[in-house]
C-alpha cells in the first residue's frame, strides 16, 4: 500500500482498496460513474484509488477538473497507456497518443480543418445530411437508429474524404461500424486498466471469463486497416484523377505538396482522418439518440420549440443557420441534451506527467486522471433537478443563452474535444431540422395508449440509450416524400 510507504503530502481521500485488485471490486463495471459519483459523496471531488498497481484520480467536481486540467494542463494532458490499443489495431488514432509530438501534430492538422471559422464551411452539408436524415425518416420513422448511424457516418465521411456514402451496405461503413462496436465495447476505462497491469491477459483464449477481447483482436485490426486505408485512397485517386472537391483530407494534402516532410505528414493526415470518424460519428449519432429521448419524456419542450421555430421560420421552408440566433431555446435544448446524459460519462481519461500536490493532496506522476462528467452534470447547487430535462436553464432572465455551454462534456484543457465546434454544426442543424418536421412522442398500443418503458443505456467508453419504441410521425399534415423535397427545395 503506497499511502503506508510515502513520507510527505497524503493521497486524495478515497474508499480502502481490497488486497492485491485495489478498488476495481467495488465499482459497478456497466456504470463505473455511478459509484465515482457516490464514493463522492463520502470522500469529496477528487478521489484517489487504484486498480492493480495503477494510481487513479477521479474527479467528481468541475472545478477542480478546470484547476487541473486547463490550469495546470502542462503537467495533466497526457494519456494512459492503454494495452488494448496496438491488439485493438488502433495505433492510428490521435485520441489516445501520448503527449508530444506526434500527438501535436495530429491536433495541429485537426485544428486547421475544424477550428471555429473553418468549420462554417461545413455548415451546407451539414444541412444537406440533415434534409437526407428527414427524408429517411419519413419513409421509415421505426428505422430511426439506423438512419441516425448513417447521418452521423455521412457527414464525416463527406467533410474527410468528399466521399458520399450508400444508403445500404456502404463498404466503407461497414468495415468502420464492425471495428467501432468491438472498440467501444472493449475500451472501457477499467478493463484497460486491468489489462494494462496484466498484458499477459490478452494472450487467454476468448472463452476465459472477462476476455471476450481476444476473439476479437484479429478482426478489429482487419477492420481498423481497411479503415485508415481504403477511404483515404479514395480521396487520393480523386485528386489524381482531377476530380477531387474540397474536403479536409484534400485539403490538407495539398497544403503539404512538395515539402521536406510530405511522406511523414502524409501518414499523419491519413491517421487524422480515420481518427474523425472514430471521435466523431458514433458519439454525434448518440449525442441525437439521448436528444430523441428527451424528446419523447417531455414533449412541453418539444412543443415548446416547435411553437418557436413556426414563429421565427414558419411552416414554408425549414430552419437553416442563418435563423440560430433567433432560436436560442434549440441551442438549449442541445446544451441540456449534452448535460443531461453526457455520451462519455467519464470524458476520457488524461494522465500526469508530474508529481503534483493539490489542496496539499499528492497526485503520484503517471497517475490517470479521470474527469466524472456524469457526476458534473448532476451537481445540483449548478444543475437544480439535474436528473430532469430543463433547457430554461440554459436561457438568462433577458432570454439570451446563458454563458454555461456544458463544455465539460468534451473535456478539459489541451485535450478538450477538436471536433466540437464541427460537432455543434451537426447536432444544431439535425435538432432544428427534426423538431420542425417531426413530432417524436411514445409508441402506442393496439388499444391507443401510450407504450411506456424503462430507459436502458449501452455500457462503455461512450454510451446511448438503447433501442425504446417510439413514435415519430411528420408535424404537418398530408406530408409525403414529395412535399418534404419541396419543402427542402424551398429552404436553400
Ligand atoms: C457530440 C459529439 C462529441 C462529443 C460529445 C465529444 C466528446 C469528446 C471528449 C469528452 C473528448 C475527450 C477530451 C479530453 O480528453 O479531455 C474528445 C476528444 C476528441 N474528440 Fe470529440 N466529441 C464529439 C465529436 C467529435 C467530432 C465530430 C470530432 C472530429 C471531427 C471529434 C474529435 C475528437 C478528437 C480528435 C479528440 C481527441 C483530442 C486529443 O486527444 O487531443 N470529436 N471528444
Given amino acids: 500500500n503506497r499511502k503506508k510507504k510515502r513520507e510527505g503530502p497524503p493521497l486524495p481521500p478515497g474508499p480502502p482498496p481490497t488486497p492485491f485488485v485495489g478498488n476495481v471490486s467495488g465499482i459497478d463495471v456497466s456504470a463505473p460513474w455511478l459509484s465515482y459519483a457516490?464514493?463522492?459523496?463520502?470522500?469529496?471531488?477528487?478521489?484517489?484509488?487504484?486498480?492493480?498497481?495503477?494510481?487513479?484520480?477521479?474527479?467528481?467536481?468541475?472545478?477542480?477538473?478546470?484547476?487541473?486540467?486547463?490550469?495546470?494542463?502542462?503537467?495533466?494532458?497526457?494519456?494512459?497507456?492503454?494495452?488494448?490499443?496496438?491488439?485493438?489495431?488502433?495505433?492510428?488514432?490521435?485520441?489516445?497518443?501520448?503527449?508530444?509530438?506526434?500527438?501535436?501534430?495530429?491536433?495541429?492538422?485537426?485544428?486547421?480543418?475544424?477550428?471555429?471559422?473553418?468549420?462554417?464551411?461545413?455548415?451546407?452539408?451539414?444541412m444537406q445530411k440533415g434534409h437526407q436524415l428527414l427524408l429517411d425518416l419519413l419513409a421509415s420513422p421505426e428505422e430511426h437508429v439506423q438512419h441516425l448511424v448513417m447521418h452521423s457516418g455521412a457527414i464525416i465521411m463527406s467533410a474527410v474524404y468528399n466521399y458520399d456514402t450508400l444508403p445500404n451496405n456502404d463498404p466503407f461503413m461497414t468495415v468502420i461500424e464492425k471495428a467501432t462496436k468491438i472498440i467501444v465495447d472493449e475500451l472501457r476505462p477499467e478493463v484497460a486498466a486491468i489489462l494494462s497491469a496484466f498484458p499477459i491477459l490478452l494472450s487467454f483464449p476468448s472463452w476465459f471469463p472477462g476476455m471476450s477481447i481476444n476473439g476479437r483482436t484479429a478482426d478489429s485490426k482487419k477492420y481498423t486497416k481497411a479503415w485508415v486505408e481504403s477511404p483515404f485512397q479514395y480521396t487520393q485517386e480523386t485528386i489524381a484523377a482531377g476530380t477531387a472537391t474540397p474536403s479536409m483530407v484534400s485539403d490538407a494534402l495539398s497544403k503539404i505538396e512538395g515539402k521536406d516532410d510530405e511522406t511523414e505528414m502524409t501518414k499523419a493526415i491519413k491517421e487524422v482522418a480515420a481518427t474523425a470518424f472514430l471521435a466523431g460519428a458514433e458519439t454525434t449519432q448518440s449525442t441525437l439518440r439521448v436528444f430523441i429521448l428527451a424528446m419523447i419524456l417531455y414533449p412541453e419542450v418539444q412543443e415548446r420549440a416547435q411553437a418557436l421555430i413556426d414563429a421565427v421560420v414558419g411552416t414554408?421552408?425549414?430552419?437553416?443557420?442563418?435563423?440560430?440566433?433567433?432560436?436560442?431555446?434549440?441551442?438549449?435544448?442541445?446544451?441540456?441534451?449534452?448535460?443531461?446524459?453526457?455520451?462519455?460519462?467519464?470524458?476520457?481519461?488524461?494522465?500526469?506527467?508530474?508529481?503534483?500536490?493539490?489542496?496539499?493532496?499528492?497526485?503520484?506522476?503517471?497517475?490517470?486522471?479521470?474527469?466524472?462528467?456524469?457526476?458534473?452534470?448532476?451537481?445540483?447547487?449548478?444543475?437544480p433537478n439535474s436528473f430532469e430535462f430543463i433547457p430554461e436553464r440554459f436561457i438568462a432572465a433577458d432570454g439570451n443563452l446563458t454563458?454555461?455551454?456544458?463544455?465539460?462534456?468534451?473535456?478539459?484543457?489541451?485535450?478538450?474535444?477538436?471536433?466540437?465546434?464541427?460537432?455543434?454544426?451537426?447536432?444544431?442543424?439535425?435538432?432544428?431540422?427534426?423538431?420542425?418536421?417531426?413530432?417524436?412522442?411514445?409508441?402506442?398500443?393496439?388499444?391507443?395508449?401510450?407504450?411506456?418503458?424503462d430507459v436502458k443505456w449501452s455500457t462503455g467508453v461512450a454510451i446511448h440509450p438503447l433501442p425504446f419504441p417510439c413514435s415519430i410521425t411528420p408535424r404537418s399534415r398530408g406530408m409525403n416524400a414529395e412535399k418534404l423535397q419541396q419543402l427542402i427545395r424551398a429552404s436553400h
Fill in 38 to 126: 457516490k464514493w463522492g459523496a463520502t470522500y469529496g471531488g477528487i478521489i484517489y484509488s487504484r486498480f492493480f498497481s495503477q494510481d487513479i484520480i477521479i474527479i467528481n467536481s468541475e472545478k477542480i477538473a478546470k484547476t487541473l486540467m486547463e490550469n495546470r494542463s502542462h503537467i495533466y494532458s497526457d494519456r494512459p497507456v492503454i494495452a488494448t490499443t496496438e491488439p485493438l489495431g488502433l495505433g492510428f488514432n490521435s485520441v489516445l497518443f501520448r503527449y508530444g509530438a506526434k500527438w501535436r501534430q495530429h491536433r495541429r492538422i485537426f485544428h486547421q480543418a475544424v477550428r471555429p471559422d473553418a468549420v462554417v464551411a461545413y455548415r451546407p452539408l451539414q
Fill in 403 to 453: 454563458e454555461d455551454q456544458a463544455t465539460f462534456t468534451f473535456g478539459f484543457g489541451r485535450r478538450i474535444c477538436v471536433g466540437r465546434y464541427f460537432a455543434d454544426g451537426s447536432l444544431w442543424s439535425a435538432m432544428a431540422l427534426m423538431l420542425a418536421t417531426f413530432k417524436f412522442s411514445k409508441a402506442k398500443d393496439a388499444n391507443g395508449n401510450d407504450v411506456d418503458f
Fill in 316 to 383: 414554408d421552408r425549414l430552419p437553416n443557420f442563418d435563423d440560430r440566433e433567433s432560436l436560442p431555446y434549440i441551442d438549449a435544448i442541445l446544451r441540456e441534451t449534452m448535460r443531461w446524459n453526457p455520451v462519455f460519462p467519464l470524458g476520457l481519461p488524461h494522465a500526469a506527467t508530474e508529481d503534483d500536490i493539490y489542496e496539499g493532496y499528492y497526485i503520484p506522476k503517471g497517475a490517470t486522471i479521470i474527469p466524472n462528467a456524469w457526476a458534473m452534470a448532476h451537481d445540483e447547487t449548478k444543475y
